[in-house]
């Protein structure tokens, strides 16, 4: 999502006329082809009073919920239709696609297709799906609308360019499972002194550790500020103690103070070279 804004933010001259346009596929899985001879059984209601003696088994010709055959084969589809489309499947990320002559750019995750590019280059594609799936489409832009929620992400069109911030419910919930809600609000996530280890938490403490500590951690793409202090978070999840509980806690109470980041792609010439910086 972020190499798409990113995308969408760049070449200032085109940027006003560029767009995000947002796509649920209803019904997405049943428009793949199963790649396995699968067979399962019709269930009775369907035959009523008529039901033969040992039931009714039929033949799989789409992918079903459930099948371990249903994210393979929807990949399959949807790398199908974008190629038909004159799209190019990303060589880093089968997840890209990238239209050359206009320049659009598609991330696609689950029955979720996000384009970014010019108004008739979307509505092209837009249309050549159509040809093919069932689809709800939102477009943000300076003509359309001005935010849309993505992937639990609320994505912003603003005339300097583009935003997106996580939803903060995540804090919410964190903070509830610490009994924190009224907590003073800390000014870093990190302990500036290693807090002492202490004695290991006991079955239900530990099973609220690592709870917290993946949603933390599940955070962290979208918060690169509790980045460092997730890691540290997560480095005795088999055997929390005290001292653990105390640096949960306190990105607890940072993210108390700060319950949402947002990230933005401010519009930019593309770069001519990529600079690099080590340590």
């Known amino acids: 999502l972020r190499a798409l804004l990113s995308a969408a933010a760049t070449n200032s001259a085109e940027a006003a006329a560029t767009v995000v346009a947002i796509v649920d596929v209803k019904r997405a899985y049943f428009a793949a082809e199963i790649q396995r001879y699968v067979r399962v059984r019709i269930p009775s209601e369907y035959w009523g009073d008529d039901v033969p003696p040992g039931g009714v088994v039929g033949k799989l010709h789409k992918c079903l919920y459930g099948t371990r055959d249903v994210s393979r084969g929807w990949q399959a589809k949807v790398h199908a239709v974008m190629a038909e489309l004159g799209y190019t499947i990303g060589r880093y990320s089968p997840c890209l696609t990238y239209h050359r002559s206009s320049g659009t750019v598609n991330l696609f995750h689950g029955d979720d297709l996000v384009f970014a590019g010019s108004t008739g280059a979307v509505q092209e594609v837009l249309r050549g799906l159509g040809q093919h799936f069932q689809l709800t489409t939102t477009i943000v832009g300076p003509h359309d609308a001005r935010e849309a929620s993505l992937l639990n992400r609320v994505v912003r069109w603003d005339p300097e360019g583009w935003s997106y911030a996580a939803d903060d419910r995540h804090v919410q919930i964190l ?76 990105i607890a109470h940072y993210l108390k103070g700060q319950p949402r980041l947002t990230l933005w792609f401010r519009y930019q010439e593309c770069p001519g070279k990529i600079e690099a910086t080590t340590d």
């Open 175 to 250: 903070l509830d499972q610490f009994s924190l809600q009224d907590c003073k609000p800390h000014a870093t996530p990190n302990f500036v002194t290693v807090p002492a280890e202490g004695e290991e938490l006991d079955h239900k403490q530990g099973w609220t550790y690592r709870s917290a500590a993946v949603r933390i951690s599940y955070l962290v793409q979208d918060r690169p500020d509790i980045q460092y202090a997730s890691k540290e978070a997560c480095r005795n999840m088999a055997k929390p103690h005290a001292g653990d509980w105390q640096r949960l806690t306190a």
